[in-house]
């Protein structure tokens, strides 16, 4: 019933600092009365979702960005200061230009001012993260899947957890996470690398008792190729600054193509589509005035996305066993008012 609290399950995709859209909109849906039961993420994702998790609220979200200087995450080691080799003697040495240290202890002091450090300490919200065990090739969804890194869930911790989700490759160093079981050691990167819009995550089979939504990332117009929205930056024809150029070009490649093979392939029946303004994933000079700009567009596309959504609805075409006669028209039309209102700004 309209004006009683809504239970819902988010999915937040990744997208480095684009992730400000997501405070946006999930400001309007805590305004229209959604209460989030579980909540996932990758990379960007999961900050958001860690952080409602742990209890904070929409409006409190808000604060956070607006407050946060991104510039500071682009913490360096002794090697990342070494003139003329730098960056290519921190991806030798580390695998990554910047440490994440800085990321990691922003990330703990939040967790820890609600009382927050393992996953048994949550009291919010159900919390998954993704990530990408690069020594196992495999996703990793955690905690559900701790144990495959030698740990029990309820002891993880939610900050490292994050880290480990939001490992740019070559941007950030990946987490090293040593099994104290086995004595591996496991190479923890980006989990947008293999799952970056996990909006699977809570399906169940038959019809659902609540709705999922996925909170998706895209550009504005999803038809331009993936080579014409990237940076492209002069890249050194030879020696080590050229491998590192390639490799971050490479990553970044990787990283965006999720948004458009999604935006071509998949139905927008549960997605919110966000429109990112042509901002990048690494882009950590951004302004404040390009940060409201990217809050309000999460806010306008959860209130489009709301003035048709219809659970029954959903059910009734999707997930009761239907042949899906109107899902291309859905599609198509979705698509189409994105891209109108990226047009008519």
């Known amino acids: 019933m309209e004006g009683q609290p809504q239970d819902v399950d988010l999915v937040f995709e990744g997208g480095g600092v684009k992730g400000v859209g997501l405070a946006g909109a999930l400001a309007v849906l805590e305004e229209r009365g959604y209460r989030p039961r579980n909540v996932a993420g990758s990379s960007a994702g999961a900050i958001t979702a860690a952080l409602l998790a742990a209890g904070y609220t929409a409006d409190e979200l808000r604060e956070i960005v607006f407050a946060l200087d991104l510039r500071r995450f682009r913490d360096k080691a002794w090697e990342d200061k070494v003139p003329f080799v ?64 030698g740990v029990d869930a309820g002891t993880l911790e939610v900050a490292t957890a994050v880290r480990m989700s939001m490992s740019i490759p070559i941007f950030f160093e990946p987490v090293r996470f040593r099994n104290p079981r086995t004595g591996r050691e496991h190479l923890i990167v980006d989990g947008g690398m293999l799952s970056n819009f996990p909006v699977w995550l809570f399906d169940c089979e038959g ?26 930056d002069p890249m050194p024809e030879h020696g080590p600054r050229a491998l590192v150029a390639y490799l971050q070009a490479l990553a970044q490649t990787v990283m965006e193509a999720h ?13 919110i589509a966000i429109p990112t303004l042509g901002i990048g994933s690494t882009e950590f000079d951004l302004s404040y005035e390009r940060k409201l700009a990217l ?29 899906r006669s109107r899902r291309l028209g859905l599609v198509r039309q979705q698509r189409e008012a994105v891209e109108r209102e990226a047009a008519e700004r």
């Open 86 to 149: 730098d960056r290519p003697l921190s991806v030798l040495l580390d695998l990554g230009v910047y440490e994440g240290t800085a990321f990691l202890e922003w990330l703990r002091a939040l967790l820890a001012a609600r009382g927050v450090s393992t996953f048994a300490d949550l009291r919010g919200p159900g919390l998954q993260v993704l990530a990408s065990d690069v020594t196992r090739r495999e996703l990793l969804v955690l905690p559900r899947d701790a144990d495959k890194l």
């Open 259 to 271: 948004d458009r093979l999604y935006v071509e392939s998949a139905d927008f029946a549960r997605t």
């Open 295 to 323: 809050y309000d567009s999460g806010r306008r596309a959860a209130g489009s996305f709301l003035e048709t959504w219809s659970f029954e609805a959903y059910v009734a075409e999707f997930r009761s066993g239907k042949r």
């Open 207 to 232: 019809a659902p008792s609540r709705p999922t939504f996925g909170l998706l990332l895209v550009e504005p117009r999803p038809r331009v190729s993936i080579g014409a929205r990237l940076p492209m």
